[in-house]
């Protein structure tokens, strides 16, 4: 009898101790999009969300968090327990915050771990159309010749559009003077009403434009020619001898609380992994300018280590003011 006794409180002693996170998920996840509703992040954020809801049999429910540039958003998530049912949609701006913020609260590498890259998208190099140049190399020689008079438009200082303009002059070795913009929308109309040179853009802010040849597309900014605009060269093509490390996108990144079961973080990267492979959902992501970008957690961790180290190098070569 001793012996069945032992075996009964072994058992329950063991179910006692099993890990919490077991039957993972229980209940509803919250995943903070760390930007103000109908931007391209929340609206890939809430099909992703809606997509990784129906395969893991919970609700996954949007919550915007902006301001401060993403860093609302992400310093909320840093706060949270690392259960898996708080996740965040990481952008190229929490890389860019790490290396041009002094302090922006929170310390990405350490209180955060990236679980799976989602989407990556090209930045592409546009300008107006009575500007007279055709391809990249013509605005290079135009800007040599004209030093700080070609303007470029940026959605604002510290965002992808502005910093990959940094990216592009210290390649170039130009000089072009920055009118910055609040928006990539204001942005891109500055440059159809001919007022700023050029500008670097997500195509899905500048399809319009581009459809109604309102804007003269230069170039893609990505290392390769897109899926998205085949017939547009990439920089990288039309110079290799300045240009070829040249590949700037923007993309998305699911990202927990640094401590959160590595169980978890891998069901998630296989259900993501699963999800992109839809073809509607590829379909979907691409009429909105960006592509399907998987990989596993150990690479999507280091990618996004790069990314910081990258721009931590571009702010102090291009002796950008931190804030």
């Not at 540039?69 to 996740?87: E, F, M, Q, S």
């Not at 070795?173 to 928006?183: A, S």
Request: hydrophobic share 40%; net charge neutral.
């Amino acid at each position: 009898m001793k012996k069945y006794c032992r075996i009964f409180y072994g058992a329950l002693l063991t179910l006692a101790l099993a890990p919490a996170h077991a039957a993972w998920p229980e209940r509803p996840i919250t995943l903070v999009i760390p930007f103000p509703p109908g931007g391209g992040t929340d609206v890939i954020g809430r099909i992703i969300g809606k997509e990784l809801g129906d395969s893991l049999g919970v609700n996954v429910v949007g919550e915007n968090k902006s301001g401060a540039g993403g860093n609302i958003g992400t310093r909320y998530v840093t706060g949270a327990k690392p259960d898996g049912y708080t996740l965040l949609m990481g952008t190229t701006a929490q890389t860019i915050s790490a290396a041009l913020y002094k302090a922006p609260g929170y310390d990405l590498l350490t209180q955060l771990d990236a679980v799976v890259t989602i989407n990556s998208g090209p930045m592409i190099l546009f300008s107006r159309n009575s500007l007279e140049v055709s391809s990249v190399n013509d605005l290079i020689k135009l800007a040599k010749q004209n030093p700080e008079k070609i303007s470029y438009a940026s959605a604002g200082y510290g965002t992808s559009s502005h910093m990959a303009a940094e990216v592009f002059t210290l390649a170039t070795g130009i000089k072009l003077l920055h009118v910055p913009f609040q928006g990539a929308a204001p942005a891109m109309s500055s440059v159809v009403a001919g007022q700023v040179d050029i500008t670097f853009d997500m195509l899905s802010t500048a399809k319009p434009f581009v459809m109604d040849n309102k804007v003269k597309s230069i170039g893609m900014g990505g290392g390769e020619r897109s899926p998205l605009m085949p017939e547009l060269k990439s920089l990288s093509e039309q110079n290799p001898e300045l240009l070829k490390s040249f590949n700037e996108t923007a993309w998305n990144v699911l990202m927990v609380p640094k401590g959160t079961p590595v169980e978890i973080q891998q069901k998630i990267n296989d259900k993501i992994k699963v999800i992109l492979g839809d073809e509607k959902i590829k379909a979907r992501l691409m009429d909105m300018g960006s592509v399907p970008f998987w990989k596993n957690v150990p690479d999507s961790g280091s990618f996004v280590a790069d990314d910081v180290a990258k721009w931590k190098k571009v702010v102090e070569d291009a002796n950008i003011e931190r804030m």
